[in-house]
């Protein structure tokens, strides 16, 4: 009696969406976040960023902008 799904190979994939003239950010964290309040560890987690120099991209977005503010002191954003 159970029905049997087909997930659509592209639902497993990420799609990129994104239109080409979007514009994203890179963010690396320069400076440890040990020793900090849980907020700011959550949001430097948050933005995927886990040991000194690690860089992400983000869509440069309000959301995005953000939590950077909140972690300012222990990231550089490099914009492209």
Do not use: W
Not at 23 to 51: C, H, M, N, P, W
């Amino acid at each position: 009696m159970g029905k049997n799904v087909v997930l659509n190979k592209e639902s497993k994939k990420q799609k990129n969406n994104s239109p080409k003239g979007e514009k994203t950010i890179k963010v690396k964290l320069v400076k440890s976040f040990y020793g900090k309040g849980d907020e700011q560890i959550g949001t430097v987690r948050a933005l995927g960023l886990k040991r000194i120099n690690d860089v992400r991209e983000h869509k440069d977005t309000p959301v995005i902008r953000g939590m950077i503010f909140k972690v300012k002191h222990l990231v550089e954003v490099l914009e492209d």
